[in-house]
T-cell receptor, first 113, second 112 residues
Framework: DVKVTQSSRYLVKRTGEKVFLECVQDMDHENMFWYRQDPGLGLRLIYF???????EKGDIPEGYSVSREKKERFSLILESASTNQTSMYLCASSFRSGNNEQFFGPGTRLTVL | EDKVVQSPLSLVVHEGDTVTLNCSYE??????LLWYKQEKKAPTFLFMLTSSGIEKKSGRLSSILDKKELFSILNITATQTGDSAVYLCAVAPRDTGNQFYFGTGTSLTVIP
């Protein structure tokens, strides 16, 4: 079974704090993705990575950065958290080539006060 | 601009009812359409559709794709309370490294 794990299920931070969200997958997937999910807006892609040290902006990268130093780990960084970044954050991974589903982690519900 | 639209946004039915969820898309260079079920946790994969007219089936769930009219439906027969979830539709274009475009989801509530 594919396992995608995220470091926290729930997180509460204060405005201006630096926040790290970690995602780890154990299936040797090339691709990894970070989404945020908000009511009425669905899943929106923040960043994705198709290889170690490679990253591509998604639809809403502003206020976020990412790091992929190892194939199995993809980190999302909020340099200075703001209240409008309160959301559910979902990590996913997949193989790069062919027609493949994405496998999702359980999500991190982040609240920024 | 590529987009994926799901309808209805939410639905409340009684156990035993049959429901049809809709997903329409406007995506350049279509490769595949996927359905996911999301309860209070990670979305879980249901179906991947790549060809028109071929029904995919798993128990009480089935789905079909129409590439000419650019939509897909997800049917659930004899609904149960365990079917209550958000159902997500995603479309994968070609040549994007397996990037997906997601719809906003349909929230299904099945009441006893």
């Amino acid at each position: 079974d594919v396992k995608v794990t995220q470091s926290s299920r729930y997180l509460v931070k204060r405005t201006g704090e630096k926040v790290f969200l970690e995602c780890v997958q154990d299936m040797d997937h090339e691709n990894m993705f970070w989404y945020r999910q908000d009511p009425g807006l669905g899943l929106r892609l923040i960043y994705f990575s198709y290889d170690v040290k490679m990253k591509e902006k998604g639809d809403i990268p502003e206020g976020y950065s990412v790091s992929r130093e190892k194939k199995e780990r993809f980190s999302l960084i909020l340099e200075s958290a703001s209240t409008n970044q309160t959301s559910m954050y979902l990590c996913a991974s997949s193989f790069r080539s062919g027609n493949n589903e994405q496998f999702f982690g359980p999500g991190t519900r982040l609240t920024v006060l | 601009e590529d987009k994926v639209v799901q309808s209805p946004l939410s639905l409340v039915v009684h156990e035993g009812d049959t429901v049809t969820l809709n997903c329409s898309y406007e995506v350049t260079n279509f490769r595949s359409l996927l359905w996911y079920k999301q309860e209070k946790k990670a979305p879980t994969f249901l179906f991947m559709l790549t060809s028109s007219g071929i029904e995919k089936k798993s128990g009480r769930l089935s789905s079909i794709l129409d590439k000419k009219e650019l939509f897909s439906i997800l049917n659930i027969t004899a609904t149960q309370t365990g079917d209550s979830a958000v159902y997500l539709c995603a479309v994968a274009p070609r040549d994007t490294g397996n990037q997906f475009y997601f719809g906003t989801g349909t929230s299904l509530t099945v009441i006893p």
